[in-house]
């Protein structure tokens, strides 16, 4: 082999800066794709229970666990979607130089397919996760005890002087920084749709969550 011929394919060789270029890309790629498909999930599940999503402060964090929780749900289907993440940002690195254009179009085609794959995905997933909830008693949420502040001023109708707040027939769905969203659901009545209480934390003087998953009589 000339030396002409090996400082060629030394300079074809990618260097260390373009790995880690390529790797960092491809860990932004699937990172952003674990968020938005995590964030659809969140969205229509909670939207399910009648909540809207801005009206709860979840940890940003969190969209890469739901994100997490979809890829969970369809394991093949997300190996797929991550072994084309990795090819796509090889082939688009390896021939974006030789093809132009083309493979720049194909490229961009490619992601948002597969940001369109994770939204279907995740809002399939959003509603078999509730289903199974409807069907298995909401087995995922804790009954909780709460009590009001003596201080606060209720009517006779409002929920919060229910005495199933403090029997615990509640279950906590949700909490954020300054509300808690409770169910209660009815025994033997999978189908019936459920009003959400929400209980602002100021209003609460004490509150207890019980190690049990089932609803009252």
């Not at 960092?24 to 969140?42: D, E, N, P, Q």
Request: aromatic residues 12%; glycine residues 8%; contains cysteine.
């Amino acid at each position: 082999m000339s030396a002409s011929e090996t400082e060629s394919q030394t300079s074809n060789a990618p260097s260390l800066g373009d790995l880690a270029g390529t790797a960092a890309f491809i860990v932004a790629l699937i990172s952003a794709w674990l968020y938005a498909t995590g964030w659809t999930y969140a969205y229509h599940y909670f939207d399910r229970f009648g909540i809207p999503l801005l009206m709860v402060d979840i940890p940003k964090e969190h969209y890469f666990v739901y994100g997490g929780v979809v890829a969970g749900m369809f394991p093949i289907w997300a190996g797929v979607i991550g072994g084309a993440v990795i090819g796509l940002v090889l082939a688009w690195r390896w021939f974006a130089g030789k093809l132009g254009r083309p493979i720049l179009a194909l490229g961009l085609a490619a992601i948002l397919a597969i940001f369109w794959l994770g939204h279907e995905g995740a809002v399939d997933a959003a509603h078999t996760q509730y289903s199974i909830q409807r069907t298995t008693d909401y087995s995922a949420y804790p009954r909780v005890k709460v009590w009001t502040k003596q201080d606060t001023k209720l009517s006779k109708d409002s929920p919060l002087s229910s005495d199933n707040l403090t029997r615990g027939c509640y279950r906590l769905l949700l909490h954020s920084r300054d509300r808690l969203f409770l169910l209660r659901p009815l025994r033997g009545a999978a189908a019936a749709e459920l009003p959400i209480l929400v209980v602002p934390w100021d209003r609460m003087e004490t509150i207890r969550i019980m190690p049990d998953y089932t609803s009252c009589e």
